[in-house]
């Protein structure tokens, strides 16, 4: 389960089998939450972190949106 980055908290990663739309793995102590990456960057579930959280993880999301869907491009081999 390769870790993209860790972050205020927030770690950031997909797992070694994953499946299409491309995303992302968001998760905290608080709980764990899900972000598509292509083609935006979109909320598909969150179980248990909090909002101003999420919005931290929506923006590092985007800022590293590129960065994200090379790192799923080279491990997934798409």
């Known amino acids: 389960m390769p870790t993209l980055m860790n972050v205020f908290g927030l770690r950031f990663f997909f797992y070694s089998e994953e499946h299409l739309p491309m995303h992302v793995h968001i998760q905290n102590s608080d709980g764990k939450a899900k972000i598509a990456i292509k083609p935006e960057v979109?909320?598909?579930?969150?179980?248990?972190?909090?909002?101003?959280?999420?919005?931290?993880?929506?923006?590092?999301?985007?800022?590293?949106?590129?960065e994200f869907i090379k790192a799923w491009e080279e491990y997934h081999g798409e």
């Open 42 to 66: 979109v909320l598909v579930e969150n179980n248990g972190i909090k909002p101003h959280d999420i919005k931290r993880a929506m923006e590092i999301a985007r800022m590293y949106q590129n």
